[in-house]
């Protein structure tokens, strides 16, 4: 089979607390992976801001904003340079109802289409239960110029079912916008275990549905306002993986990274035949999934 490559653009960044300062820094970004050779531009999440859920703080509900009012430079970068670019944004959709929302801007400056968060955690550094209702969209990939994106944020990154269903309803490529990292007091072989995981699932999810991954995460320490904690070193390494989960890439965990790289977007179709687990599934044997556990 002739191959098509997608030249996908991965942003791994650290930011501040000016937003204005961090909005240039990804549209810059956005530019230096277009003169590159990319044409799909992944930002990690949230990224217009520090990783404000680290405490509760109602104040932090002023830094949300519709769709449009966020969307605007992105649309005009994305229309630039055309590349079809991966967003992530804290979205006020009306007052007292906020999201963690991807939106997916096409090459030609259009919203292809938006995405919310649908697992949201609540652990310590990661209050997103105070900030964020869980996405009521569903698990649809967005069409774009470039074909299908199944989007997944940080969290749902952890759910095979998420994976699935993105897969299940045509979804070419998954692709997770992402803030994850450390807490400062775990043993090194701790984080160790966490960031193995974290990347294993993930191959997993490019295993069990023949597809491409792309993750995008943050790097770079961000203190806890609060003081409570020692705040959070996130941990970088955003990857693209094959349909077989194989690394075609992987940034190291200390430090910013721009990287290009290419996705050949008909390898699913040879790998699905090679290890049919669509045409396997038992879809009349997985009722019990849908419940909250099997007493």
């Given at each position: 089979?002739?191959g098509r ?29 277009a003169?590159?050779?990319a ?18 703080n ?11 009012e ?14 079809v670019?991966?967003?992530s944004?804290?979205?006020r ?14 090459s030609?400056?259009?919203?292809a ?5 649908m ?16 996405g ?7 069409k774009?110029?470039l074909?299908?994106?199944g ?11 998420a994976?699935?269903?993105m ?13 994850i ?21 993930q ?52 430090k910013?990274?721009?990287?290009v ?5 008909t390898?699913?179709?040879?790998v699905?035949?090679?290890w ?14 849908l ?5």
């Amino acid at each position: 089979m002739s191959g098509r490559i997608i030249k996908a653009g991965v942003a791994q960044l650290s930011f501040s607390a000016d937003r204005e300062a961090n909005r240039r820094m990804n549209i810059e970004a956005v530019r230096t992976l277009a003169s590159r050779g990319a044409r799909l531009v992944v930002l990690s999440e949230l990224h217009d801001s520090l990783y404000f859920c680290q405490t509760e703080n109602v104040d932090n509900f002023d830094l949300a904003l519709s769709v449009d009012e966020f969307a605007a430079p992105y649309r005009e970068v994305a229309a630039e340079t055309g590349c079809v670019l991966v967003t992530s944004m804290f979205e006020r959709r009306a007052a007292g109802l906020y999201h963690n929302t991807a939106v997916v801007i096409d090459s030609d400056g259009s919203i292809a289409g938006t995405y919310r968060k649908m697992h949201i955690p609540d652990d310590p550094a990661y209050y997103e239960k105070f900030y964020f209702t869980p996405g009521d969209l569903g698990f649809k990939p967005v069409k774009t110029s470039l074909g299908k994106i199944g989007v997944l944020v940080c969290w749902d990154q952890w759910y095979p079912e998420a994976a699935r269903i993105m897969a299940l309803s045509s979804a070419e490529l998954l692709v997770y916008p992402t803030a994850i990292g450390w807490e400062s007091t775990d043993t090194p072989d701790e984080k160790e275990r966490q960031r193995q995981a974290w990347i294993t699932v993930q191959r997993g999810h490019a295993v069990a549905n023949g597809l491409p991954v792309i993750t995008a995460n943050r790097v770079g320490h961000e203190p806890d306002p609060s003081g409570q904690t020692n705040g959070i070193q996130f941990w970088g390494s955003s990857f693209a993986a094959g349909p077989q989960g194989e690394l075609l890439w992987q940034a190291a965990d200390d430090k910013t990274e721009l990287k290009v790289v290419d996705i050949d977007m008909t390898r699913s179709e040879q790998v699905r035949r090679w290890w049919p687990f669509l045409r396997d599934r038992r879809i009349d044997a997985y009722g019990p999934i849908l419940k909250r556990f099997n007493d």
